[in-house]
């Protein structure tokens, strides 16, 4: 069965530091997406990606964040200058069409750790 | 504003009891109604949907859903839980009406199981 991975699965990195998290999504899938979730909190919608471009971006995704499709298989999340605060689980999904009605598949997640 | 809320942070339950997990939203309109479940070091995976139609919803290992209007609520049920059961549990919301819209999230409920 089609599934979204991601690697790593577990990423430690020292503030200040850039950070690229990758997913591969369903490869017939148009929509992909980041969520992430702090420890403790709720799972929070990140960003949107169709087409080549964002979709839909949330107030978390500032400039520190940037998303790309670089080879049509890869779908990856920078996080620029790393923060404390960014530290949490990150999740990708993707979504096979654009309207209608279908879900959204996720992958099992990068942790993401900042010292 | 958009918000899903799951009471129950923590619940255990007896191996082979009944279990229901509550999941209360605010929307503007109907929106879509989905149940994901994370096991560790899993994704998150889809257990059930409902988009309209029968308001009773059957889910994967088991599992079941019924929306209330009335109540602004989507509780998820299972007739006899079993100890493979044990993980976190996510109530979200999607629009119904905006292609590709991200979706929002509870802060889950986590069940153990008990022998």
């Known amino acids: 069965e089609p599934e979204v991975t991601q690697t790593p699965s577990h990423q430690v990195t020292q503030m200040g530091q850039e950070v690229i998290l990758r997913c591969v999504p369903i490869s017939n899938h148009l929509y992909f997406y980041w969520y992430r979730q702090i420890l403790g909190q709720k799972v929070e919608f990140l960003v949107s990606f169709y087409n080549n471009e964002i979709s839909e971006k949330s107030e978390i995704f500032d400039d520190q964040f940037s998303v790309e499709r670089p080879d049509g298989s890869n779908f990856t999340l920078k996080i620029r200058s790393t923060k404390l605060e960014d530290s949490a689980m990150y999740f990708c999904?993707?979504?096979?069409?654009?309207?209608?009605?279908?879900?959204?598949?996720f992958g099992p997640g990068t942790r993401l750790t900042v010292l | 504003a958009q918000s899903v809320t799951q009471p129950d942070i923590h619940i255990t339950v007896s191996e082979g009891a009944s279990l229901e997990l509550r999941c209360n939203y605010s929307?503007?309109?109907?929106?879509?109604l989905f149940w994901y479940v994370q096991s560790p070091g899993q994704g998150l995976q889809l257990l059930l949907k409902?988009?309209?139609?029968?308001?009773l919803v059957q889910g994967i290992k088991g599992f079941e859903a019924e929306f209330k209007r009335s109540q602004s609520s989507f509780n998820l049920r299972k007739p006899s839980v079993h100890w493979s059961d044990a993980a976190e549990y996510f109530c979200a919301v999607g629009s119904p009406s905006q292609a590709g819209t991200a979706l929002i999230f509870g802060k889950g409920t986590t069940l153990s199981v008990s022998s």
């Open positions: 409902y988009f309209s139609g029968d308001t």
């Open positions: 999904a993707s979504r096979l069409l654009a309207g209608g009605i279908n879900e959204q598949f």
């Open positions: 929307y503007g309109a109907t929106p879509y």
